[in-house]
């Protein structure tokens, strides 16, 4: 099994800023994935991240906004860019080890 | 396009009774099936595989390409078992995931 850990947990953020998610995997993974969940909504997937390859991001979702690093096997970070209150969102990171695994989530709060 | 679609968004029962939560998909391949839970205050776990044809927690799923259904079910339900669940589809190396349906079960 994989172990996955977000950093923060939640914040609360200003519109206009930019906040950066980290993610952490106890084990080496090629693939992984950074969804969002908005309130009272399913997890929506916003981009794929593969070591040593630029991020693939499913349709709605840009590079200028939310920006993907993948230095490592076992790293990840996503920022949310320019943020707005509709970015106010659940932020969950996931990987491939065999299965599919999830972090605990970064809740994030734009006033 | 792939789809998954939950109808459920709330199913309530009481402990003891039969449980069927429903998951319908649209693939145009050979789709591989899940379902997640998530428990209160917990990260999303995955719950069973349509491949493994296991049963987790008493719980079981049986893909139907006819009817393009992956629905989960549990003959008696517990107390415990509150929480959402999510049904997902693989496809193209990714996770697709229905709205879920959030199971209370009453004592």
């Known amino acids: 099994s994989a172990v996955i850990s977000q950093k923060p947990s939640r914040d609360i953020c200003q519109r206009g800023t930019s906040l950066t998610i980290q993610c952490q995997v106890d084990?080496?993974?090629?693939?992984m994935f950074w969804y969002r969940q908005q309130p009272g909504q399913s997890l929506t997937l916003i981009a794929t991240?593969?070591?040593?390859?630029?991020?693939?991001?499913e349709s709605g979702f840009v590079i200028d906004k939310f920006p993907i690093s993948r230095p490592n096997l076992t790293f990840s970070t996503l920022t949310v860019s320019n943020m707005s209150p509709e970015d106010s969102s659940i932020y969950l990171c996931?990987?491939?080890?065999?299965?599919?695994?999830f972090g605990p989530g970064t809740r994030l709060l734009v006033l | 396009a792939q789809r998954v679609t939950q109808p459920e968004k709330l199913l309530s029962v009481f402990k003891g009774a039969p449980v069927e939560l429903k998951c319908n998909y649209s693939y145009s391949g050979s789709p591989e099936l899940f379902w997640y839970v998530q428990y209160s205050r917990q990260r999303l776990q995955l719950l069973l595989r349509?491949?493994s044809r296991e049963s987790i927690k008493g719980f079981t799923a049986d893909l139907n390409k006819g009817e393009t259904s992956f629905h989960l079910k549990k003959p008696f339900a517990q107390e415990e078992d509150s929480a959402m669940y999510y049904c997902?589809?693989?496809?193209?190396?990714?996770?697709?995931f229905g709205q879920g349906t959030e199971l209370s079960v009453k004592p």
């Open positions: 084990s080496q993974v090629t693939m």
């Open positions: 997902a589809l693989k496809g193209g190396g990714k996770l697709i």
């Open positions: 991240a593969n070591q040593g390859s630029e991020a693939t991001y």
């Open positions: 349509h491949i």
């Open positions: 996931s990987a491939t080890y065999g299965t599919q695994y």
